[in-house]
């Protein structure tokens, strides 16, 4: 994982710029949230399951952290929606 200053970090992250080069995915939580968890079974077509993999090696996490932190991004995006709905009905 490559060095950066906080300050550095913190205009990347204000300006748009990806900064999940410089973060240790593996440890991440979700703030305000259980600390247990659940399990669950999904079955991926392989071709989808090797893509996850491969997304998960380059940034240097489990495929399991990868997608713990892409259904939460998707599961804040659906909440803002939703958000958004009620506030123009």
Do not use: C, K
């Not at 703030?31 to 079955?43: K, V």
């Not at 090797?50 to 998960?56: D, S, V, W």
Request: hydrophobic content about 40%; proline content about 3%; cysteine-free.
């Amino acid at each position: 994982m490559p060095s950066i200053t906080n300050d550095e970090l913190e205009r990347r992250f204000d300006e748009g710029e990806d900064i999940t080069a410089y973060m240790d995915m593996s440890t991440a939580r979700m703030p305000n949230q259980e600390r247990s968890a659940t399990q669950i079974t999904l079955s991926l077509p392989i071709v989808m399951a090797r893509a996850i993999e491969r997304a998960a090696s380059r940034i240097g996490v489990s495929s399991e952290a990868l997608i713990n932190v892409w259904l939460s991004e998707r599961l804040d995006e659906e909440a803002e929606r939703v958000a958004r709905h009620i506030a123009t009905a």
